[in-house]
């Protein structure tokens, strides 16, 4: 069964810094794009970033680019979010999803249950 | 703002059709699939449509069905049950921005 396990949520100031992780299991960690989706409160889905399977092509949105970075540790079957500079806007579940193959651009299935970042003072 | 655009709610009667609306451009619908959403109360999204054939998960009932025309895409609920209230979405990748886009959401509430 595919297991994704998000962690590292937190309450943190504006202007600091969280590293969230996403642990995978029951799958080729490797082989599939994975990406994180954001879900500020009473509001819809946004995309935030996502990483190909090998690792070697990152993406972002515009609302995060030069902020926060996507990697992950394939040895580990863990994906990471990297997130500075972070804003009360940034306020959100953070959910990680796995990609349908080694690249980003299709569905994502299935999600983890989230975890919850809270920027404020 | 989202990118692609849905209407942003829905509601309908046991046992009826309804229809949840997504428009788009050629960067993201018109030359991608369309892949829908499922978010319950209080849970994660689920896949509930995905792919050029817009095919259905295991465990997703056949009455759930989506298609695509142009730029523009639909998802279809017939009979329409309780268990359906939902917020819908659907997302696609887009080519100019290099990256996925979702809708901004369509609540379904069945009445």
């Known amino acids: 069964e595919v297991q994704l396990v998000e962690s590292g949520g937190n309450l943190v100031q504006p202007g600091g810094s969280l590293r969230l992780s996403c642990a995978a299991s029951g799958f080729t960690f490797s082989t599939y794009a994975m990406t994180w989706v954001r879900q500020a409160p009473g509001k819809g889905l946004e995309w935030v970033s996502a990483?190909?399977?090998?690792?070697?092509?990152?993406y972002y949105a515009d609302s995060v680019r030069g902020r926060f970075t996507i990697s992950r540790d394939n040895s580990k079957n863990t994906l990471f979010l990297q997130m500075s500079s972070l804003r009360a806007e940034d306020t959100a579940v953070y959910y990680c999803a796995k990609g349908y193959n080694i690249s980003p651009q299709g569905w994502f299935d299935p999600w983890g249950q989230g975890t919850l970042v809270t920027v404020s003072s | 703002q989202s990118v692609l655009t849905q209407p942003p709610s829905a509601s309908g009667t046991p046992g009826q059709r309804v229809t949840i609306s997504c428009s788009g451009s050629?960067?993201?619908?018109?030359?991608?699939?369309v892949n829908w959403y499922q978010q319950l109360p209080g849970t994660a999204p689920k896949l509930l449509i995905y792919g050029s054939y817009h095919e259905r998960p295991s465990g997703v009932p056949d009455r759930f069905s989506g298609s695509k025309s142009g730029s523009s895409a639909s998802l279809a609920i017939s009979g329409l049950q309780s268990e359906d209230e939902a917020d819908y979405f659907c997302?696609?990748?887009?080519?100019?921005?290099?990256?996925?886009?979702f809708g901004g959401g369509t609540k379904l509430t069945v009445l």
């Open positions: 997302a696609a990748w887009d080519d100019s921005l290099n990256g996925v886009v």
């Open positions: 050629s960067s993201n619908i018109g030359g991608n699939t």
């Open positions: 990483i190909r399977g090998s690792g070697d092509y990152t």
